[in-house]
């Protein structure tokens, strides 16, 4: 793999291009400066002086006044924009080969790797399953499905971004993890979604279509906008395993065939014949010449019949009844059984018993006692019930095989055109298969009752815990829940009202419940002793509530109520996160049914989130202008666009004032590209647990520019390597110096920090910890410390290793928060002996704190900490003195032979990180030397700064007078004001002491620079009087 030489950066630009029609802050350039630094003097000069003046305003305390959010917005400039356009097929593996770009771009960075990750299958539990630092452990989660009403707005991604940290955290730790994606049909906001377009675009009120074409409609409308939910969750980087995708309106269509139909089913190598009526012969036990002929639609069927039944006033079977019958297949035994549910005037007025394939079948059963034989598997094919000659063979494949058995052994007795209804699968097409399930209804008190008791006892644990009084409160007091709504978008209630009794007169309508029209009617005609094919019924036309489709999603995203492999491996839920305002809505829901319709909790542990609002507290709403869309913040967007945006939606006129407004106001010249792993990072970084999060566009311009920061470091490192650098293995390690043992030491608390963060779901001390150490401590620190090491010739071979060690681990730290960066960082680092150790980051191991333990060493750290306040001393003297450009001399002196030690140990830090020239040490007791300032490090130790030669007294005198003029302004005007109380007065009293304490800096430093003047008097001047 190329990399980029210490010396002489100058890149070609190879499959880069700034994207036209952007406007540009600046010229794409790939510039350096010799000696590895990536920026030239005068930009660094600019930086510190930057620096400089932060640090006096942190100094006096002074606190930039609170800017409003137009005024953030302009803080912001347009930033070169470099897109990847190296050919790639989609899936296809991204270019690493090239140098990296000067600068970070998030279309860049972001470009192909999602693609490729999905169609590696890396979100898949079964490739986890195969990663050589598997666990054997499973992580399973199931997102909150969003409705399908619109885009994602800000709060989704929220949601998205903290459980795909975690979700990648458990995947990268070996892991087996199921994430599932889906969304919600949202029935009463679809409905009105779909309502208000028709009459905006068509002037079509819903009662002018007919019910099957205004659900056309709905259908047709949530294809649009299912594809653009699920588009932002790819733009967020969400790593779902998009193969169980599912939606809470997947149900079973009824096919009606009006006889022989052939259908190409999914996994069938054929065509497969239905409608029609198979006649079969069941020999009589003990009578050669006998036999009952059965018909089914369902030959496959036939390994799991377990009798057959008659009519008992069947006068064609009285001489039979208590007989045995010979199964056609087996031979084995049957029953001929007796049972007032058969109708007589049907085929032969004979059926065959399969109570594991058959919901009657199964009641039927029931009632004699028999015992069900499952012979048809969750795939589809045949079980080990049926036999080596049909055992594993699809069920269809295994349909034909049965029946030439059948002609084979002469109990085939034809086939005839069978008008039947079919159920087909609405999602996946293929036939349902039915198999033996518990039957299920809501009782509220119940279920209620063990929701309260599951929080109560420990089994299910809400975190943050306050939201447990709320809970209690509420299954406390739940009364019966009313599941009906009047629309026709949803799960249509599946109720008859049987006409006829009602128009009799009777004094309740007659109701009947079936979850088809036919098993309705055999109900109705059971109660009602009239023959079915007289009754009249009606369904009902409401549909059930939508959280009552939704509070069945972690289960039935799993293949519920069929017993399938995922719902076996990843059922319960190993953890829910969702929003706090869910947690009564959704969560309560979830739990009543789980338990109820599972027999287990669907979870066992609940992560709630507060809620996000914009920079001013406000709850983000449409009719506000402040949802935001994650894409605009992802990639930028311009004020018009928003405001398009806004007048394409469904608005009223009223709300599209207000809302449009709001905007101009909020962001007057739009958006800016912040990038996804820069908008994940900040959304990952607030308290998610606690108070509500305030989330600003400039927060995630901030970490933006973080994201850069990182960037940048890599391309030092990298620069640093260089082509012919082989990374060590990682026991091999050996820091050559105090600085290689502190940055060693750093990474390895910052894993684990990262660790607990994880474990605690607690991700803002990951995000912290992650922040400070690539800002803080590598780049700030370390990076500066080792640039003059490793311009030492000959070139010391440890601090290359470490800088390869920290990049590595630290990406792999980075990646559940950082996605696309860290991939495109880390794919770029030189590969270790014997290959890479995974394809992907997504899928290396992260790194424990176990692990790394060895290299922490929490008193080397106190020890440098004081040494970098040694360091905040000497810069605060530079500043104080306006040193830009000189690098004076330092000495350090303490009383203190043990701090005078450590001031020993790092002294070459100190020079460099001070920006300063030779630091040395001062013996105790030894007078420094004429012509250097003084400050002191602490009680017992002082530093002394070179400053004859450096400092012109009678130009920087002015200078200090004129900031002391300045400050005391402001501090009379904060004197001047009355007092405040509480949080204000505190304030202020801070402010005014931070005031005080920078005019005693400025007048210490205006006395010794007299002194100096007076002392070293330069050419031409008169001494002080």
């Given at each position: 793999m190329p990399h980029l030489p210490l010396t002489s950066f100058r890149p070609p630009l190879w499959g880069l291009r700034p994207s036209r029609g952007l406007p540009r802050s600046r010229p794409l350039s790939t510039q350096s400066e010799p000696n590895g630094s990536a920026i030239s003097r005068r930009n660094r000069e600019a930086k510190q002086k930057r620096l400089r003046e932060k640090q006096a305003s942190l100094e006096a305390g002074i606190a930039p006044k609170s800017k409003s959010p137009a005024e953030s917005s302009k803080a912001w400039t347009p930033k070169e924009r470099v897109l990847y356009e190296i050919p790639t097929e989609h899936g296809e593996k991204k270019d690493?080969?090239?140098?990296?770009?000067?600068?970070?771009?998030?279309?860049?960075?972001?470009?192909?790797?999602?693609?490729?990750?999905?169609?590696?299958?890396?979100?898949?539990?079964?490739?986890?399953?195969?990663?050589?630092?598997?666990?054997?452990?499973?992580?399973?989660?199931?997102?909150?499905?969003?409705?399908?009403?619109?885009?994602?707005?800000?709060?989704?991604?929220?949601?998205?971004?903290?459980?795909?940290?975690?979700?990648?955290?458990?995947?990268?730790?070996?892991?087996?993890?199921?994430?599932?994606?889906?969304?919600?049909?949202?029935?009463?906001?679809?409905?009105?979604?779909?309502?208000?377009?028709?009459?905006?675009?068509?002037?079509?009120?819903?009662?002018?279509?007919?019910?099957?074409?205004?659900?056309?409609?709905?259908?047709?409308?949530?294809?649009?906008?299912?594809?653009?939910?699920?588009?932002?969750?790819?733009?967020?980087?969400?790593?779902?395993?998009?193969?169980?995708?599912?939606?809470?309106?997947?149900?079973?269509?009824?096919?009606?065939?009006?006889?022989?139909?052939?259908l190409q089913l999914p996994g069938c190598p054929t065509p497969v014949s239905f409608g029609l009526l198979f006649s079969v012969a069941f020999p009589v036990d003990g009578e050669?010449?006998?036999?009952?002929?059965?018909?089914?639609?369902?030959?496959?069927?036939?390994?799991?019949?377990?009798?057959?039944?008659?009519?008992?006033?069947?006068?064609?079977?009285?001489?039979?009844?208590?007989?045995?019958?010979c199964h056609p297949l087996t031979g084995q035994l049957l029953p001929l059984i007796t049972d007032c549910t058969v109708q007589p005037?049907?085929?032969?007025?004979?059926?065959?018993?399969?109570?594991?394939?058959?919901?009657?079948?199964?009641?039927?059963?029931?009632?004699?006692?028999?015992?069900?034989?499952?012979?048809?598997?969750?795939?589809?094919?045949?079980?080990?019930?049926?036999?080596?000659?049909?055992?594993?063979?699809?069920?269809?494949?295994?349909?034909?095989?049965?029946?030439?058995?059948?002609?084979?052994?002469?109990?085939?007795?034809?086939?005839?055109?069978?008008?039947?209804?079919?159920?087909?699968?609405?999602?996946?097409?293929?036939?349902?298969?039915?198999?033996?399930?518990?039957?299920?209804?809501?009782?509220?008190?119940e279920m209620g009752e063990r929701a309260a008791k599951a929080v109560e006892s420990g089994a299910l644990d809400l975190s943050p815990s306050f939201h447990q009084k709320n809970w209690q409160h509420w299954f406390s007091h739940i009364g019966d829940w009313c599941v009906s709504r009047q629309l026709w978008w949803g799960h249509r209630i599946p109720a008859y009202l049987v006409v006829e009794e009602h128009a009799k007169g009777e004094t309740e309508d007659f109701w009947v419940v079936g979850r088809t029209e036919a098993e309705a009617?055999?109900?109705?005609?059971?109660?009602?002793?009239?023959?079915?094919?007289?009754?009249?019924?009606?369904?009902?036309?409401?549909?059930?509530?939508?959280?009552?489709?939704?509070?069945?999603?972690?289960?039935?995203?799993?293949?519920?109520?069929r017993e399938t492999p995922d719902l076996a491996r990843f059922y319960p839920l190993s953890l829910l996160e969702t929003g706090s305002d869910l947690l009564l809505f959704w969560v309560g829901r979830m739990v009543m049914l789980g338990t109820q319709l599972t027999g287990q909790l669907p979870f066992s542990k609940v992560l709630l989130h507060s809620m996000v609002r914009d920079r001013q507290g406000r709850k983000m709403s449409k009719s506000l202008g402040n949802v935001l869309d994650p894409r605009d913040i992802i990639s930028g967007?311009?004020?018009?666009?928003?405001?398009?945006?806004?007048?394409?939606?469904?608005?009223?006129?009223?709300?599209?004032?207000?809302?449009?407004?709001?905007?101009?106001?909020?962001?007057?010249?739009?958006?800016?590209?912040?990038?996804?792993?820069?908008?994940?990072?900040?959304?990952?970084?607030?308290?998610?647990?606690?108070?509500?999060?305030?989330?600003?566009?400039?927060?995630?311009?901030?970490?933006?520019?973080?994201?850069?920061?990182?960037?940048?470091?890599?391309?030092?490192?990298?620069?640093?390597?260089?082509?012919?650098?082989?990374?060590?293995?990682?026991?091999?390690?050996?820091?050559?110096?105090?600085m290689d043992t502190w940055i060693l030491s750093c990474l390895a608390r910052t894993a684990q920090d990262c660790e607990r963060g994880f474990l605690t779901r607690e991700l803002s001390l990951v995000t912290h910890a992650l922040h400070h150490f690539w800002l803080h401590n590598l780049c700030d620190v370390y990076l500066e410390a080792v640039k003059p090491v490793l311009s030492h010739s000959p070139r010391p071979l440890e601090p290359p290793q470490v800088?390869?060690?920290?990049?590595?681990?630290?990406?792999?730290?980075?990646?559940?928060?950082?996605?696309?960066?860290?991939?495109?960082?880390?794919?770029?680092?030189?590969?270790?002996?014997?290959?890479?150790?995974a394809p992907s980051i997504c899928v290396a191991p992260y790194p424990s704190a176990r692990s790394l333990e060895h290299w922490h060493q929490p008193e080397l750290e106190r020890r440098f900490s004081r040494v970098q306040e040694s360091v905040q001393v000497l810069r605060a003297l530079r500043a104080t003195y306006q040193l830009t450009k000189a690098r004076p001399r330092v000495l350090l002196q303490s009383s203190e032979p043990g701090e005078q030690g450590l001031f020993e140990a790092f002294l070459e830090p100190l020079g460099i990180l001070g920006y300063c020239g030779a630091v040395g040490l001062l013996p105790p007791g030894a007078a420094a030397p004429s012509g250097w300032v003084q400050a002191a490090l602490s009680d017992t130790s002082q530093a002394y700064m070179e400053l004859q030669g450096l400092v012109d007294p009678q130009t920087h005198l002015p200078r200090l007078a004129a900031r002391r003029h300045k400050l005391q302004k402001q501090l009379d005007g904060l004197l001047a004001r009355p007092p405040s109380e509480g949080q204000a007065e505190t304030q202020r009293q801070q402010r005014l002491s931070s005031l005080q304490l920078e005019l005693s800096k400025l007048d210490k430093a205006a006395s010794h620079l007299q002194q100096l003047m007076d002392d070293f008097p330069s050419p031409g001047s008169s001494p002080s009087p």
């Open positions: 690493v080969s090239r140098p990296l770009p000067p600068a970070y771009s998030p279309q860049y960075v972001e470009a192909a790797w999602y693609p490729w990750w999905v169609r590696e299958g890396f979100f898949k539990p079964e490739y986890q399953a195969r990663l050589p630092q598997a666990t054997g452990e499973t992580f399973s989660m199931c997102i909150p499905p969003p409705n399908v009403t619109g885009s994602l707005h800000i709060g989704h991604a929220l949601t998205v971004a903290i459980q795909d940290a975690l979700v990648r955290w458990h995947r990268m730790r070996g892991d087996r993890v199921l994430w599932v994606p889906g969304s919600d049909h949202a029935g009463i906001a679809t409905q009105a979604v779909v309502e208000k377009q028709l009459w905006k675009e068509r002037g079509v009120r819903r009662h002018e279509l007919s019910r099957e074409d205004f659900l056309r409609e709905v259908w047709k409308w949530k294809e649009e906008k299912g594809g653009e939910i699920c588009e932002q969750l790819r733009a967020l980087g969400a790593s779902l395993d998009w193969d169980r995708e599912c939606f809470t309106m997947d149900t079973v269509e009824s096919r009606p065939l009006p006889g022989r139909t052939e050669p010449d006998a036999e009952v002929v059965v018909g089914t639609t369902r030959p496959e069927t036939l390994p799991g019949d377990v009798a057959v039944a008659v009519h008992p006033d069947d006068s064609r079977y009285t001489h039979l009844h208590g007989r045995q019958l005037h049907l085929g032969t007025g004979a059926v065959k018993v399969t109570p594991a394939h058959s919901p009657a079948d199964a009641e039927l059963g029931a009632r004699h006692g028999l015992s069900p034989r499952s012979v048809i598997a969750e795939d589809g094919t045949m079980t080990a019930l049926c036999e080596d000659w049909l055992q594993g063979l699809h069920r269809f494949v295994a349909r034909e095989k049965i029946l030439s058995a059948l002609r084979e052994r002469g109990l085939f007795r034809g086939l005839q055109n069978h008008p039947m209804v079919l159920p087909i699968c609405s999602r996946s097409g293929d036939v349902v298969e039915y198999l033996l399930k518990s039957q299920w209804f809501v009782r509220c008190r009617r055999e109900v109705a005609a059971e109660l009602t002793g009239r023959p079915g094919a007289e009754l009249t019924l009606e369904r009902d036309p409401d549909v059930l509530d939508t959280w009552f489709s939704s509070a069945l999603f972690p289960f039935s995203a799993l293949g519920w109520p967007v311009e004020l018009q666009v928003l405001q398009d945006n806004l007048r394409d939606g469904n608005l009223d006129p009223a709300e599209l004032a207000i809302a449009a407004s709001a905007q101009r106001k909020d962001f007057p010249h739009g958006i800016p590209e912040c990038g996804t792993d820069a908008l994940r990072f900040t959304l990952c970084s607030h308290g998610a647990l606690g108070g509500d999060l305030h989330l600003s566009v400039s927060e995630v311009l901030s970490f933006r520019h973080f994201c850069n920061k990182i960037w940048n470091a890599l391309r030092f490192i990298l620069n640093a390597l260089g082509e012919e650098f082989i990374p060590q293995p990682a026991e091999e390690l050996s820091p050559a110096s105090r800088l390869f060690f920290c990049a590595d681990v630290g990406l792999r730290l980075l990646a559940p928060l950082m996605p696309f960066l860290a991939e495109e960082l880390w794919q770029r680092l030189p590969p270790r002996p014997g290959g890479p150790s």
